[in-house]
């Protein structure tokens, strides 16, 4: 079982732009592949991104495709999320999680809140 612990979230306008990152331990991290997920308010849990073991291979859903980058580093334990163009409607908590397909297959962190206003 992994231990995930998200941060990076915060306050800002519209248009603006954030970096999520989310430290892994406790098992063999470049064997997982990896998703972004984020929950917003009175909303179900809802699928990002995700990253191949590699870094290679990458899917994005449509909320999200060419505002949103997904990336890892293997050395680091680290999987990362640049959103750009953010919009009120990504207000959100945010969690990475090791995913088969696009199903989480551990238990979720704590999440990092994204609030989108002006």
């Known amino acids: 079982q992994l231990h995930l612990v998200e941060s990076g979230g915060g306050s800002v306008q519209p248009g603006g732009s954030l970096r999520l990152s989310c430290t892994v331990s406790?098992?063999?991290?470049?064997?997982?592949?990896m998703g972004w997920f984020r929950q917003g308010p009175g909303k179900d849990r809802e699928f990002l991104a995700s990253v191949s073991q590699s870094g290679i291979a990458k899917y994005y859903a449509d909320s999200v495709k060419g505002r949103f980058t997904i990336s890892r580093n293997n050395a680091k334990n680290t999987v990362h999320l640049q959103m750009n163009s953010l919009k009120p409607e990504d207000t959100a908590v945010y969690y990475c999680?090791?995913?088969?397909?696009?199903?989480?297959?551990?238990?979720w962190g704590q999440g990092t809140q994204v609030t989108v206003s002006s």
């Open positions: 406790g098992d063999t991290f470049d064997v997982h592949r």
């Open positions: 999680i090791p995913i088969l397909g696009e199903v989480p297959i551990d238990s």
